[in-house]
């Protein structure tokens, strides 16, 4: 995933997150911290996939 990931589309990601993966509550995808890397470590351990495997997903989204 780029570094220069864009948090105005974030809405549209985390609507395909939702989608993807329905067991997400808005909670989970409520942009709270302070490091992409910090919440990116938190939901990739929500959804049991490694944090690689979650940039790669949100990449393709």
């Not at 589309?9 to 910090?38: C, F, G, V």
């Amino acid at each position: 995933m780029s570094k220069d990931f864009d948090i105005n589309k974030w809405n549209s990601i985390q609507m395909d997150l939702k989608r993807k993966y329905p067991q997400l509550t808005n909670a989970d995808l409520m942009w709270r911290h302070e490091t992409k890397e910090d919440f990116f470590k938190i939901l990739a351990v929500k959804l049991k996939l490694t944090r690689k495997e979650l940039e790669k997903m949100i990449a393709s989204l």
